[in-house]
């Protein structure tokens, strides 16, 4: 593989990442509004929402679109987990590139 590719190929994984921690921490600030306003507007789609109440039911996608209950503090704590390991993952993977990029350089001397 091609450095060009190999660095196209960590920053991608670098980006999914990143969406990965923004949408759980987006998720993390909703939870936290439920406590001060418990209505919410949910989108079905074509610009159509409806305007509801929380009623403490949390569900949460585990993986390979299976979906559990879980109560708010158990899904709070596992989008903190999810955070940290993708904050790990793009540490290790920047490393990754770095060492990729000083190597070529090293190469070409």
Do not use: C
């Amino acid at each position: 593989m091609r450095l060009e590719e190999a660095l196209a190929l960590i920053d991608n994984q670098i980006a999914q990442l990143r969406a990965v921690i923004r949408e759980s921490r987006a998720a993390l600030e909703a939870l936290e509004s439920l406590k001060e306003e418990p209505t919410l507007l949910v989108p079905l789609g074509g610009g159509v929402l409806v305007s509801t109440t929380f009623q403490g039911k949390t569900l949460i996608d585990v993986g390979g679109g299976i979906v559990v209950e879980s109560p708010v503090e158990k899904i709070v704590e596992r989008l903190k987990r999810r955070i940290e390991r993708a904050e790990k993952e793009i540490e290790r993977l920047s490393a990754e590139r770095k060492k990729l990029i000083e190597s070529v350089r090293k190469g070409g001397e």
